[in-house]
């Protein structure tokens, strides 16, 4: 697993990328569900990305899980463009 932590203005989250054999609809099953009441579906490309809680996304792609863990100071559009930055 690999770990990035970034701290911009007061904005502070941390990405995780774990290899995996789940695809979108496990990540669903086995953990958003689990540690969310609601969430929010978007696709970018090829990549469905659930946001929930404050500021939280996770998705599979390509064998790889990834994770942003927020401190809630980032926006649904920051959350977007850090997404399309990877």
Known sequence: A??????NSNQGYIIT???TSWNTQDLL?????SV?????VVQLGSRTIYLYGHGNASWVSGGI????????????SQIIDT????
Do not use: H, P, R
């Not at 690999?2 to 701290?7: D, P, R, Y």
């Not at 863990?69 to 649904?76: A, C, H, I, R």
């Open 65 to 76: 899980w990834y994770q942003i863990d927020s401190d809630g100071s980032l926006s649904e």
């Open 17 to 19: 990328q774990k290899s």
């Open 36 to 40: 969310a009441t609601s969430y929010q």
């Open 83 to 86: 997404i399309n930055s990877l």
């Open 2 to 7: 690999s770990e990035f932590l970034t701290k």
């Open 29 to 33: 099953n086995n953990y958003v569900g």
